[in-house]
Each structure stands twice: as C-alpha cells, then as structure tokens.
C-alpha cells in the first residue's frame, strides 16, 4: 500500500526522486515476493504516482476511494488521471487508510515529518508493527521501518 502527501506538498520536494524510490520499492518487492498487488487512496501525488508505477511494472492495484468528494478536490489534470487509473483498477473499493493498513503485506510512505493525514497513516503503521519503507522527501532517504 501506499501513503503519501498531496501533490502540492511534494512540489516543494525532487518529484522525480519520490517516484523513483517508489519504482524501486516496487520493483524489488515484485522480485521477491512474486505477486504483488497495490492498495492506494487514489490522491493527487504518491498515491497516484504509486498507481502509474504498478502499471508500468504490470502489477495490478486496487483503488482505494476515501469519500465520493474525493475527484472534487483535485485539479483537472489529477481528476483526468485518477479517472483514467481507477478504470485500470483491479478493483475499487469505497475505503479508507485503516482498511488498507489492516490488510496489506508491505507499505510505502512518502512523508516529510509533518504533521497531518500522512502522519495519521504513518502512526498506524508504526501500531500495527508491519513492515514498511519510508521515503522521506526532506532527506532523500528510504529508510525499511
């Protein structure tokens, strides 16, 4: 699963780098594992970077839908893409990050330290004492927790 700030959070960090240590999250994770599949939020940034990787490594991914709203809070350009990778889905599912932290193997979270949803997630992550990578914009580090 994925985790990770807002698109226009992540402006202020090197986009390629996030999207580059997700591929290689993935990619390695793909490798060991055999079968993978992916669970996002389906927000603007990571998550939806995170669905773009899947598809191009040929891993299927559920998307996660928090609230019907969700499409209403993006810019065009992000709600053409969301709708464009949520019909690519394997599934849809009308969930929210406590779903998803409660029924994945693996997660990957894209956070700057800061306070706010991300970080709600990343303390889930932490509680439910499963592996997880965190990618951490401010640093450019990828640290397995």
């Known amino acids: 699963m994925i ?3 807002r698109k226009e959070k ?3 960090y090197e986009c390629g780098w996030i999207r ?7 990619s390695d994770l793909k490798s060991e594992k055999g079968f993978v599949k992916g669970y996002s939020g389906m927000a603007s940034g990571a998550d939806l970077w995170f669905c773009e990787i899947c598809k191009e490594l040929n891993m299927p991914y559920a998307a996660c839908i928090p609230f019907e709203e969700q499409r209403e809070t993006m810019e ?3 709600r053409l893409l969301r709708d464009e990778l ?4 394997s599934e849809v599912l009308n969930v929210r990050n406590r779903y998803m932290v409660e029924n994945y193997d693996a997660a990957i979270i894209a956070w700057d330290g800061n306070k706010g949803g991300t970080h709600n997630c990343f303390q889930q992550l932490v509680e439910s004492k499963k592996d997880f990578w965190w990618v951490n914009p401010v640093k450019k580090t990828v640290v397995k927790c």
Do not use: M, Q, V
Request: a negative charge.
């Open 3 to 5: 985790s990770g700030h």
């Open 76 to 78: 065009t350009e992000d």
């Open 86 to 89: 949520i019909g690519s889905a």
């Open 10 to 12: 992540l402006l202020n």
């Open 20 to 26: 580059a240590a997700i591929k290689n999250i993935l």
